[in-house]
């Protein structure tokens, strides 16, 4: 009991009357002196649920602030009441006052398997990233899914992800949560591509629960058919009135498939039988068959001074030891099943530190073409893939290369470019043209001759040569001694007989011309 200690003031008045104020007085308050919980003992199925009530006594303490509590939340998690059997054994539940930790009660919360032959969605082994269907054999086997995870708690959430493996029966009970449900329920998958689907009739017995169980193959019936259309999850409909919160499916029957064998293989685009160090590459262990009901494995690296591998299959070099490291993984529920992996680690990439071009600058002429090289720095570099570009391609171009070709006078920058790392340098190639043409000489492609025919030039004197070639020019744009090409296309001097800019005088006889 609590006292609040008062006073009370007593005044003399200017009438001569006494009178008194009371500032604060002594009361008593009602402390909590227990609580009763609705259950001092549950059993239940693991993956159901369950409600605690309390009653606290006096009903008019002053605190009645309370807290739930569970001694394992592995076996029974418990919140404002609500309890969740999540997993096998037993769990003391505990409702305490805030005020005074003395005042409490409990229920013994024990957690059971489910009815033989029945399995928890929850606790389903996760088989592959792939398949679930519903279909007459009693596979489930279908699109990619990323989570085991059963729809036995939320629902109401639309989407849940798991797979199954092959079974013998499936039996699922079905929970509507609303008095208000349509009295029909369909569940399904999608809603394209036809495999199989089952009704389920609302219960008349008010429970709104109860078991249905499919055919097996070969058994002469089935209730119509589910949807499926490659999507990942399962999603449900109604005929009639839908309830506030959808049907939930809380445990199935299984057949348990079993290995028969285990392997790894790579399941990365970085090479393991060439891992540059400091790098990652993934491995992926395999279980024969594929659809094997348990799967989990632990993975284990013989060499970790080389390489490590975490839970997942990725395996990361060292980043300084090179060799080979041994990958091994082993089945959780076939501990006699295990495989290795060599996975090679390899010195790491030198990466490029410069590019020089072969000359700084250079000119060319003309008709002429000159040959730029360049070098990778350093000689070691892993990536030495280069490119060649053209400041202003209107007045030399370059190739792959390195080839420049001249296209009109001028000065022109010619970059080569490293993939690796971008580094660059430059050449800077002048164009020069031709020297005029000597008095007395004419341009070679300034003759005019007779399209008709032929025109033959007696002699052709090179420009300070002193050399004399015989030639043939013919009407539809020929070569001189097979050196010029694209007769028609210039109007210039040309190289000939491998001489720069040669200039050659004709003289024809009158008929010729």
């Not at 005044?11 to 259950?39: C, P």
């Not at 505990?94 to 969605?121: E, R």
């Not at 609302?202 to 629960?209: F, K």
């Not at 919160?245 to 445990?251: A, N, R, V």
């Amino acid at each position: 009991m609590a006292v609040l200690l008062g006073a009370i003031k007593f005044r003399n008045d200017v009438d001569g009357e006494i009178r008194f104020n009371v500032d604060y007085v002594a009361v008593k308050t009602a402390q909590l002196a227990s609580i009763s919980l609705s259950k001092q003992a549950l059993a239940l199925e693991i993956g159901k649920v369950d409600t605690l009530t309390y009653t606290l006594f006096p009903m008019d303490a002053v605190n009645k602030n309370v807290i739930w509590t569970s001694s394992d939340t592995n076996k029974v998690t418990v919140k404002d009441g609500a309890l969740s059997a999540v997993g096998l054994g037993k769990a003391v539940i505990k409702l305490t006052s805030v005020a005074d930790s003395t005042v409490m009660d409990s229920c013994v919360v024990t957690v059971n398997p489910f009815p033989a032959g029945y399995v928890n969605l929850y606790s389903l082994p996760y088989v592959s990233p792939s398949h679930i269907q519903i279909d007459q054999t009693g596979t489930i086997d279908g699109a990619a899914s990323k989570q085991l995870i059963g729809p036995a708690q939320g629902w109401g959430d639309g989407i849940h992800y798991y797979d199954v493996a092959n079974y013998d029966t499936l039996a699922i009970k079905i929970t509507f949560d609303t008095a208000d449900a349509g009295k029909q329920a369909a569940f399904r998958m999608g809603n394209s591509k036809v495999i199989s689907l089952y009704k389920f009739t609302y219960p008349n017995d008010g429970s709104r629960s109860f078991v249905y169980k499919v055919a097996l193959a070969g058994k002469p019936h089935l209730d119509g058919m589910v949807f499926y259309n490659g999507a990942t999850h399962w999603s449900f409909s109604y005929e009639g009135t839908p309830a506030s919160k959808p049907i939930k499916i809380e445990y199935m029957a299984l057949k348990e498939v079993i290995a028969t064998g285990l392997s790894i293989v790579p399941a990365d685009t970085v090479a393991a039988k060439a891992l540059p160090i400091g790098l990652s590459t993934t491995l992926k262990a395999v279980f024969t068959p594929v659809n094997a009901t348990y799967n989990e494995v632990v993975w284990e690296s013989l060499n970790p001074t080389i390489a490590k591998v975490d839970s997942m299959g990725v395996v990361t070099a060292d980043t300084l030891n090179t060799g080979t490291a041994t990958i091994k993984v082993t089945s959780v529920t076939y501990p006699s099943f295990s495989a290795t992996y060599d996975v090679v680690v390899v010195p790491g990439a030198t990466p490029v530190s410069g590019v020089e071009v072969s000359k700084d600058s250079a000119t060319v002429k003309l008709l002429n073409t000159i040959d730029l090289t360049a070098t990778v720095l350093p000689s070691n570099a892993t990536k030495r893939d280069i490119t060649w570009s053209s400041s202003d391609e209107s007045v030399a171009t370059v190739d792959a290369t390195g080839k420049v070709t001249p296209v009109k006078e001028g000065v022109v920058y010619i970059v080569v470019t490293t993939t690796d790392g971008n580094f660059k340098d430059t050449c800077v190639v002048s164009v020069a043209g031709f020297r005029p043409i000597p008095e007395g000489y004419v341009s070679l492609y300034s003759f005019n001759y007779n399209d008709a025919g032929t025109v033959k030039p007696l002699s052709q004197n090179l420009a300070g040569l002193g050399a004399t070639l015989p030639a043939i020019m013919s009407s539809n744009g020929g070569s001189l001694l097979g050196t010029i090409a694209d007769w028609n296309r210039y109007n210039k001097h040309v190289d000939l007989m491998g001489y720069s800019e040669v200039q050659v005088a004709c003289t024809f006889k009158p008929e010729d011309v």
